[in-house]
């Protein structure tokens, strides 16, 4: 487990990575995504050593049952869980540790929304997706409002926020906002960010959805809300 909070990720408590890796490869740079970046050229460099290479770590998997605190819990900040290369085995195993754990709240968020309906999540479980702005992402917010068929809170991550959302917000439960991490930015980039952020949150606000706006925009954004559960 990977206590969170101030300065790190600020909307959960803890991480906890049962799995790492992901084999997307964004397009958000020269460098990548963040976690790409920490696991390959940051910090963390020396806790993988075959990269960012999606793999298990079944040693982990009762790391939140040892945790006393109810907490919130991201699951796999440093994986895509659900992508199409994950064996169902992987991802079988780490909720039948969240079913151990019901005073904890397990944060999933995936870029391939698609596949959540393949299993039963216990209600102690938030789901959500990431809308940045890439092509393959675009529809995912409406995967998850419509077909997405789980009693559990939804919510939406707009980091990266590279592209002015033009959809709707209906029945999402959350969402959350931060321009591209580790990446400098120019007031006038800076701006135009803020201005997409702005149009998330008026239309949050029409529909009273909680909003919860990190890093730099926080700056502009004073909103750190949550969802009621």
Known sequence: MNP???GKIEWTDQSWNPATGCSYGC???PDGCYANRVATKGRAKKFYPNGFIPEFHPERLFEPIKLKKPSKIFVCDMAELFGSWVPDEWIEKILETVKLCPTHTFQFLTKNPQRLNEWIFPSNCWLGTTWDGLPFTKENVKILREKV???CIKYVSFEPLL???KGSLEDIDWIIIGELT???MDSDELGKVGVWALELCVQAKELGIPVFVKNRLANIFT???F???
Do not use: S
Request: proline letters at 10%; charged letters at 25%.
């Open 182 to 184: 580790g990446t400098a």
């Open 27 to 29: 397009n958000y740079g």
């Open 4 to 6: 969170q909070g101030l």
């Open 149 to 151: 068929d789980i009693d």
């Open 223 to 225: 909103a750190r809300e």
């Open 227 to 229: 969802p009621k559960t």
């Open 163 to 165: 592209a002015p959302f």
